[in-house]
């Protein structure tokens, strides 16, 4: 069996006993991440997940979007956190639609391999956290009902195929 070493897979590794090296050439004191304009970003779902939300008094699911398009964005992630409670089921219903379940008015089963990699659409809006401006998921739309945005997958070159676990 062949073995896998950190290099191959892009971790960094430690180099001369333990220090690391970044380039952090242009990262000015008290930047953050980059803030996406309010607009549709074709998206692949990369990760989703079900914990306790941070209060811990319920539970919330967590989804992770890589963003395909435009180019300039294209591999910057976003999460999005749905609340799992009676008043929330309405976004759990949106969210799942979004990634092609039928979860309206029904009992739905669902598992994280039938959602991991599926495409969509991501309406961001912008929004605010601790004073400084941000961006959030506000909804997930099917991405076969905004073929524009399709077409900007294919020309980015951006595979269109389902991840295969």
Known sequence: MTEIKPEDLGVPVADDGGAWEDDLTGVAEGQTFSV???????????????????????????????????????????????ARTVDSRWKVAETLSGLGINAYDQQVRWSRQEVIGKLVVLEVIADEYGGKPTDKIDRVWRLDDYPELAAQVEANDASTEDIPF
């Open 36 to 82: 996406l304009p309010p607009g549709r970003y074709p998206a692949r779902l990369v990760d989703v997940s079900l914990d306790w939300n941070k209060a811990r008094t319920g539970k919330r699911y967590e989804f992770e979007f890589e963003i395909l398009a435009p180019a300039d964005v294209r591999g910057q992630t976003r999460r999005m956190w749905v």
